[in-house]
């Protein structure tokens, strides 16, 4: 199994990213996937999740109606449209399968400040 993040950086208050995870060794097609971040001194926490038909979205709270998740089958990626980014969103983003695989990936920063 292999997830590997990608698209974070610095962003100012009010912009957007788009993160992008590449996923290979399991049946894509058929696995619910999902986001998760960890900010500074804080735990892994559930950010969004997508069944592996792309018809169900699942949102923290936090993040509802700023962040959008999507799939690409025929790709094996799995993407996180973050808008209106608030400091609160600095953390490393993972994605991982839903339910999660033991290992997770290196993650891609995010870094939201002005």
């Known amino acids: 199994v292999q997830l590997v993040e990608s698209g974070g950086g610095l962003a100012q208050p009010g912009g957007s990213l788009r993160l992008s995870c590449a996923a290979s060794?399991?049946?894509?097609?058929?696995?619910?996937m999902s986001w998760a971040r960890q900010g500074p001194g804080k735990e892994r926490e559930f950010v969004a999740a997508?069944?592996?038909?792309?018809?169900?979205?699942y949102y923290a709270d936090s993040v509802k109606g700023r962040f959008t998740i999507s799939r690409d089958n025929d790709k094996k990626m799995v993407y996180l449209q973050m808008n209106s980014l608030k400091p609160e969103d600095t953390a490393v983003y993972y994605c991982?399968?839903?339910?999660?695989?033991?290992?997770w990936g290196q993650g891609t920063q995010v870094t939201v400040s002005s």
């Open positions: 991982n399968r839903n339910p999660p695989f033991a290992s």
């Open positions: 997508i069944s592996w038909s792309g018809r169900e979205e």
């Open positions: 060794g399991f049946t894509f097609s058929s696995a619910d």
